[in-house]
């Protein structure tokens, strides 16, 4: 699949539970979320993890650049949200490229918050 900016994954419906809330947490060394129910804004990041991104399916050897995150409401614990995953920018600098995507994540079509993540690759 050819890398085309505009590229977006299907739309996934993710249900965020007190427990998936729990265990980031967990891994990441906190004790307690910043509301009762609610995520740390870089919970965003595990919604990656439910996405199936087609075009990255045929590359090895990404490292994680910049992360940026904007949020409009709080992530909650019950609520569901719709959420893609665009590729926004590619661009080359010698031999690495950099792809830069967009987690989009909505609840009742309303936007909720993005997440732009840039991923970084050796090309020959």
């Known amino acids: 699949m050819e890398l085309l900016?505009?590229?977006?994954?299907?739309?996934?419906?993710?249900?965020?539970t007190e427990e998936?809330?729990?265990?980031?947490?967990?891994a990441i060394g906190e004790?307690?979320?910043?509301?009762?129910g609610e995520a740390p804004i870089t919970f965003l990041m595990t919604f990656w993890q439910k996405i199936k991104i087609p075009w990255l399916q045929c590359y090895e050897?990404?490292?994680?650049g910049e992360q940026m995150f904007e949020l409009r409401e709080p992530i909650c614990?019950?609520?569901?949200?719709l959420c893609s995953i665009s590729l926004t920018k590619r661009t080359r600098k010698r031999?690495?490229?950099?792809?830069?995507?967009?987690?989009?994540?909505?609840n009742e079509g309303k936007l909720i918050?993005?997440?732009t993540s840039t991923l970084?690759?050796?090309i020959a």
């Open 77 to 81: 614990a019950g609520s569901s949200y």
């Open 20 to 26: 998936m809330i729990q265990t980031y947490l967990k």
């Open 61 to 64: 050897g990404f490292i994680h």
């Open 95 to 106: 031999n690495l490229e950099f792809l830069v995507h967009t987690l989009t994540i909505s």
């Open 113 to 115: 918050g993005k997440a």
């Open 120 to 122: 970084i690759r050796k």
């Open 5 to 16: 900016v505009g590229l977006k994954t299907e739309e996934i419906e993710v249900t965020v």
């Open 31 to 36: 004790i307690s979320s910043i509301g009762e």
